[in-house]
């Protein structure tokens, strides 16, 4: 089936760690995205991907670092620069101008 | 970036009931996608509606997108305890494919 992975669904971090979540997806489009939900609230963008090897930063990309070095794959940085890193983070991609599929996200708590 | 104000933030109404969520933006849009969020799950996208007056139905619910294309509403006739769940709409912002999210509508559907 084709579809989009995010492991691992529950991430455990100290505060200071820097930590990357994983996101893979099958489905051959070429863009991908980052966002972070928080309890109660909308979607907010970190970062996106149209093409390899070539990303920009969304509306709240501060402390965060993403990679896009193979089509399938777009794992995003939480560094310990980021002041609140405890969220619910929600990988997505689409074929150029379409809707977005979604990952099932990575819940990351920061103690 | 752009903010998209959905109203309201919360119901909850009995099972049977009609609900309706507004989408709202200060700018006119080029196009509006609606997702519906599972407690727990991930968005998963519902419908885009492009052209002004636009009117698309999927069985009980009705997508409108304004003459003005600055709002959008949706409308879910006769509330199933299948319908619980969070409702955004969201706007392309500049780049096509970057979506903005609303600020969501979580409805609760109770027997």
């Known amino acids: 089936d084709g579809g989009i992975t995010q492991s691992p669904k529950y991430l455990f971090r100290k505060e200071g760690q820097n930590v990357t979540l994983s996101c893979e997806q099958n489905?051959?489009?070429?863009?991908m995205y980052w966002y972070r939900q928080d309890p109660g609230q909308g979607l907010r963008l970190i970062y996106y991907?149209?093409?390899?090897?070539?990303?920009q930063k969304g509306d709240i990309a501060e402390g965060y670092s993403v990679s896009r070095e193979k089509k399938e794959s777009f794992p995003l940085t939480v560094t310990s620069a980021q002041k609140n890193p405890t969220a619910f983070y929600l990988c997505?991609?689409?074929?150029?101008?379409?809707?977005?599929?979604f990952g099932n996200g990575t819940r990351l708590t920061v103690t | 970036g752009q903010q998209v104000m959905q109203i309201p933030q919360y119901q909850h109404v009995q099972e049977g009931e009609d609900f309706t969520t507004y989408c709202n933006s200060s700018?006119?849009?080029?196009?509006i996608q609606w997702y519906k969020q599972r407690p727990g799950g991930h968005p998963v996208f519902l419908i885009q509606?492009?052209?002004?007056?636009e009117v698309k139905k999927q069985k009980r619910l009705t997508f409108q997108f304004g003459e003005a294309k600055k709002n959008s509403s949706l409308h879910i006739t006769a509330t199933q305890t299948t319908d619980v769940g969070t409702y955004f709409c969201?706007?392309?912002?500049?780049?096509?494919?970057?979506?903005?999210f609303g600020t969501g509508t979580r409805l609760q559907v109770t027997l």
């Open positions: 997505a991609s689409s074929p150029d101008n379409s809707p977005l599929h």
């Open positions: 700018t006119t849009l080029s196009n």
């Open positions: 969201a706007r392309s912002t500049g780049t096509a494919s970057k979506l903005t």
């Open positions: 489905l051959n489009h070429d863009a």
């Open positions: 991907s149209q093409i390899v090897n070539d990303f």
């Open positions: 509606l492009v052209k002004s007056g």
